[in-house]
């Protein structure tokens, strides 16, 4: 391919001139600087959006499961409709399996639940034992906030865990990033990546790990993570679009955004399966019927843990306001995350228990998502991105 126009970064420096060969070489350094799609001389041939034939008793189901999903959308929108017509396409193709993978299935009956002042309460207080952060992100959180920090800070305070490390160099080394070499050192990362981005990767794996011991009878984890990875993935790669610099904090922000959920499944379970089961029987989503059931939703209780933990008040933020992005005190990034959740809903990847998604900001939707072919592009590099990631994240 030959490019059709010069590529530039955010600040407008000038990375490859028009006329420009491109190599796998570049298409490495074009993904590392946030550049996730160029103009090339001649059109790459698209990818068939065509509803597939398909002609059996899963087709119902799949159809009228993905209508529950969007009921809040409005489907007259023309990103919206792209985004529905491209999860119907993925479901019936199998692309991730033609249903979402499912949480558990659990009655209630006559249990006695706790009244949501009393957990409020609770929670206030911090009457709850949360979990305690992990000494290396207290140790990171230091480590970014000193200006003179080096690679090799960072690198021996993430080499203090030797999982931690392994994951790290799995995800580096994975086609996710695409370097043409084996990375075989913490500092390397660091230094190819940043200091921010492998700090932000390490944060993400740490909190998600503090609760992979949640029973499969209360949720189950492995769906819940494949949701969780694939909102970060997409938060990634729309903050590439948008031209973010750091679209690593986003891919932590969107792996984490419904940490709050996995509190609740921890210290409330019989309270998560109540949740669950009076969505499934209202078609309301998980974050309404939250307020029913324990006074306050997910998005409140995750600002507790992930305060205590001290991480960047900026993923935070994220997180907290994914659901209502416009009132967030940076509602783009916000709205790039409740974006990704929407998508990664619609492609049933794994399951967050949701079966129809909260009220869609739409005026940001359209900000961050400009055109029907920005959706296919997001879609087509999940579809290329995420098998190798979730082969890590699956070990």
Not at 18 to 35: A, M, P, Y
Not at 89 to 94: F, I, Q, S
Not at 225 to 253: D, K, W
Not at 311 to 327: A, F, M, R, S
């Amino acid at each position: 391919m030959v490019l059709d126009e010069s590529v530039y970064d955010i600040n407008s420096r000038l990375l490859l001139s028009k006329g420009q060969k491109i190599s796998q070489n570049h298409v490495r350094v074009l993904k590392i600087w946030g550049v996730s799609r160029v103009s090339v001389i001649g059109k790459e041939k698209e990818e068939d959006e065509e509803t597939p034939s398909v002609d059996d008793k899963n087709t119902k189901l799949i159809k009228e499961s993905i209508n529950v999903l969007y009921k809040n959308a409005d489907l007259t929108n023309p990103i919206f409709k792209q985004i529905y017509i491209s999860a119907l396409v993925h479901r019936l193709k199998g692309t991730f399996g033609s249903l979402p993978e499912q949480t558990p299935k659990n009655r209630m009956g006559g249990t006695d639940l706790k009244k949501p002042e009393k957990i409020r309460r609770q929670i206030d207080v911090t009457d709850i034992k949360l979990p305690e952060a992990p000494t290396v992100i207290s140790e990171l959180n230091q480590v970014i906030d000193d200006p003179l920090t080096t690679s090799n800070d960072v690198a021996q305070v993430v080499n203090k865990s030797p999982s931690l490390a392994a994951m790290l160099l799995k995800i580096v080394n994975s086609a996710y990033y695409g370097f043409p070499s084996k990375i075989d050192r913490i500092s390397r990362a660091v230094t190819i990546i940043g200091t921010k981005e492998i700090s932000g990767l390490a944060l993400g794996i740490c909190v998600m790990q503090a609760f992979k011991d949640i029973p499969e009878g209360v949720l189950n984890i492995k769906a819940f993570m494949r949701h969780s990875l694939v909102c970060g993935m997409i938060s990634r790669i729309l903050a590439a679009n948008n031209n973010m610099p750091q679209t690593e904090q986003m891919f932590v922000s969107g792996l984490l955004h419904d940490i709050g959920k996995l509190i609740v499944h921890k210290y409330y379970p019989n309270h998560a399966k109540a949740c669950m089961e009076l969505g499934a029987s209202s078609d309301r989503s998980i974050f309404q019927t939250e307020k029913m059931v324990l006074g306050l939703n997910h998005q409140q209780i995750a600002k507790l843990l992930l305060s205590k933990w001290k991480l960047p008040n900026e993923i935070i933020t994220n997180i907290i306001y994914h659901h209502e992005p416009g009132k967030a005190p940076d509602p783009k990034k916000s709205g790039i995350i409740h974006i990704a959740d929407i998508i990664s809903h619609g492609l049933g990847i794994g399951s967050s228990g949701e079966r129809s998604i909260p009220k869609v900001d739409h005026p940001l939707v359209d900000e961050i998502v400009n055109s029907r072919d920005s959706i296919k592009l997001v879609i087509r590099q999940i579809v290329h991105q995420f098998g190798p990631m979730d082969a890590i994240f699956s070990d």
